[in-house]
T-cell receptor
Framework: KAGVTQTPRYLIKTRGQQVTLSCSPI?????VSWYQQTPGQGLQFLFE???????NKGNFPGRFSGRQFSNSRSEMNVSTLELGDSALYLC???????????????FGPGTRLTVL | KNEVEQSPQNLTAQEGEFITINCSYS?????LHWLQQHPGGGIVSLFM???GKKKHGRLIATINIQEKHSSLHITASHPRDSAVYIC??????????FGTGTRLKVLA
């Protein structure tokens, strides 16, 4: 079974631009979560999607948004990029079985975004 | 105070040594995850625990729910174990809270 894939793997943008990152979950996984990793803050939760609905959101400004499609693929968008948005963006997918029990998350390789 | 604390932050060991990395948390959790991140960024899941102990090869992970503490042990460490080890607790069903990571370097 193919793992979680993320595209692009590397991206360079300038301040003020916007960017869209893509995540394809493991086949059959319905939940996709996004995380930001920076040297200063470590790994932080951005948001989680299930069945095209955002179920939970971390403490990030509204410039960070996402969506999930009917095939469970997810995109996240960052508008009006700032230098501090330079980070590794990771997505993770999980089965999210019914019943609400915690399901193990599987991480993609990440997209490294550099904002100049 | 961070909700998830890891220690030590950095660790250098000689090949063959027994290594322990600790994780303490202050929130209620549904599971705890040990992750490994190599240079380049990719994260690999090592263990997911909700109780007791798990073993995989030279790696052992334990969790004490009452004490809100988990440990990751590496027996007979090897240079290829050099990586950042991250403790992540699942708060509820939807999200992780991460520790700051332990940077391990194993010297040959």
């Amino acid at each position: 079974k193919a793992g979680v894939t993320q595209t692009p793997r590397y991206l360079i943008k300038t301040r003020g631009q916007q960017v869209t990152l893509s995540c394809s979950p493991i086949s059959g996984h319905r939940s996709v979560s996004w995380y930001q990793q920076t040297p200063g803050q470590g790994l932080q939760f951005l948001f989680e999607y299930f069945s095209e609905t955002q179920r939970n959101k971390g403490n990030f400004p509204g410039r960070f948004s996402g969506r999930q499609f009917s095939n469970s693929r997810s995109e996240m968008n960052v508008s009006t990029l700032e230098l501090g948005d330079s980070a590794l963006y990771l997505c993770a997918s999980s089965l999210a079985l019914a019943g609400g029990n915690y399901n193990e998350q599987f991480f993609g390789p990440g997209t490294r975004l550099t904002v100049l | 105070k961070n909700e998830v604390e890891q220690s030590p932050q950095n660790l250098t060991a000689q090949e063959g040594e027994f290594i322990t990395i600790n994780c303490s948390y202050s929130v209620g959790i549904s599971a705890l995850h040990w992750l490994q991140q190599h240079p380049g960024g990719g994260i690999v899941s090592l263990f997911m625990l909700s109780s007791g102990k798990k073993k995989h090869g030279r790696l052992i992970a334990t969790i004490n729910i009452q004490e809100k503490h988990s440990s990751l042990h590496i027996t007979a460490s090897h240079p290829r174990d050099s990586a950042v080890y991250i403790c992540a607790v699942a708060e509820g069903t939807y999200k992780y809270i991460f520790g700051t990571g332990t940077r391990l370097k194993v010297l040959a």
